[in-house]
């Protein structure tokens, strides 16, 4: 299992969290922007050479804007959020999708 995270102690934080829960798995950590498509790109297409296949993707980054009311948020607040929240799951889909599609099979969860 991989956590990434664009914080990279969190993630570190996040697998050992795992680790102590399902201690018979293999866990791995690292860093990662899912709103910067070119990145994601990379690291997953990294993750499937290394491990040979990518089995499932859990789409479950997201944050949350400001706690103002919704008509106060300035234009930049709702599209980082955008970018995480929704372009971070279609980055990560279309970059796992890729690598699946070469081994024919795989499952991708999206949570929101």
Known sequence: MIVADLDLARAS??????QK???????????LDVSEPDSVSEKIADIADRFGQ?????????IAPAKVPLAQLAKAQWEKTLDVNL??????????????????QGVIVSLS
């Open 13 to 18: 934080q996040t697998t050992q969290e795992l």
């Open 21 to 31: 829960k399902w201690p018979d798995t293999c866990y791995a950590f690292l860093q």
């Open 54 to 62: 990518i089995d499932i993707l859990v789409n479950n980054a997201g």
């Open 87 to 104: 372009m971070g799951s279609v980055n990560c889909t279309i970059a796992a999708a890729l690598a699946m599609r070469a081994k024919k």
